[in-house]
């Protein structure tokens, strides 16, 4: 089967959606299925190209470009609905497959015409697949449940590294995954003599206001303002970590990095909405969105109680399984088979005469 995915960001640019994309196409592709990734991200000066992917990556391409690459395949799978990307549908007939990462709405949570414009559209789909109960739950139209994938030949276990830090966050620094929320839970454990050190991994805008709180709060020394990591670096990092903490203020599709941290070893405390519970699994603890008190509660448990997070970990194996990065490229080329099969004999069934 030839499959083009349309996800107009990509690598190299660094995020969940982008890395797993690159991650489908490649389990895809080894699967014996030939993938194209179409994309609006420019290749990275100096970073050898795409010679590196197992899969086709076609970058930026013109309507002439992007319409022969239509022609030629399949099913045409789009990284949540695009309506810059659907143009191609209304010229060559291919079987329209999508999957569901982020709400469709803005970050207000207000819905827009573009919101519910994709919202409708998606009754025309053949294939349309949600990263989690949550997700189906918030479309109009029936979808798959297909969680997302972590990258099980990279985060692992390292036993002879010492697990000798508390706390660690992983992600962008703005304020929707809400790490002043964390920093304000430290000062509440502070308080209540507890003082764990933590470990914020990953840059963005709010860095200089969050060093400025924690210097305001009394807790910098306990803190570690890492920024990016990546690779074998950010897998040894988290093996040092006891508890990942994922504090969003908003409700997260999924949640990958809650399985990185299981799969080095970590126990995963984060908020209680959305699909984040679903990748967290029985492997930590949830909070209310929001609530500094309720975190700071559930830490101090953790923290008090080891035994509560050697139980947690006992459960990830069974867990990350169901989350093999090979095992769900299996599950999406069952139901993308499954959706060019139905549209084939949709396209051939007799026509009824009246």
């Known amino acids: 089967m030839k499959i083009l995915i349309y996800s107009p960001a990509f690598l190299p640019h660094i995020g969940g959606l982008e890395i797993g994309q690159a991650l489908l196409a490649d389990r895809l592709t080894r699967l014996g299925q030939e993938v194209t990734v179409v994309t609006r991200t420019a290749a990275a000066d100096g970073d050898g190209g795409d010679g590196a992917f197992t899969f086709r990556v076609l970058r930026r391409p013109g309507f002439a470009a992007l319409l022969r690459a239509v022609r030629s395949c399949d099913v045409f799978f789009q ?30 949570g207000h819905v827009a015409w573009q919101d519910r414009l994709k919202r409708f559209l998606l009754r025309y789909a053949a294939v349309s697949i949600s990263v989690s109960t949550a997700m189906a739950a ?15 030949d990279l985060f692992r276990l390292i036993p002879e590294v010492a697990r000798d ?19 304000a839970a430290l000062a509440q454990l502070a308080r209540r003599g507890l003082r764990p050190n933590l470990t914020v991994v990953g840059g963005g805008k709010e860095l200089p206001a969050l060093e400025r709180q924690a210097a305001r709060l009394g807790i910098a020394e306990q803190i ?65 969105n929001g609530s500094v008190e309720n975190l700071a509660a559930v830490l101090e448990e953790l923290l008090r109680q080891p035994e509560q997070v050697a139980a947690l970990r006992a459960g990830a194996a069974a867990h990350l399984a169901r989350h093999g990065s090979e095992g769900i490229a299996r599950l999406y080329l069952e139901v993308l088979e499954d959706g060019l099969a139905a549209r084939r004999r949709a396209r051939h069934a007799p026509q009824a005469v009246s």
């Open 79 to 108: 990284a949540n609905v695009s309506l810059r990307g659907l143009w191609p549908l209304l010229l060559v007939r291919r079987t329209w497959a999508v999957s569901h990462h982020s709400w469709y709405c803005r970050s207000d």
């Open 138 to 152: 918030d479309l109009s139209s029936p979808s798959f449940i297909i969680p997302n994938a972590y990258r099980d």
């Open 224 to 288: 570690d303002f890492l920024g990016p990591r990546s690779g074998d670096d950010l897998v040894a990092l988290l093996n040092r970590h006891r508890i990942l903490v994922l504090p969003s203020r908003y409700n997260e599709p999924f949640g990958i990095a809650a399985l990185e941290g299981i799969a080095c070893g970590c126990v995963v405390v984060g908020s209680a909405g959305g699909g984040l519970p679903e990748a967290i699994g029985p492997c930590g603890r949830t909070f209310r």
């Open 165 to 183: 830090r508390d706390l660690a966050f992983l992600g962008r620094l703005v304020s929707d995954k809400g790490v002043d929320l964390l920093l």
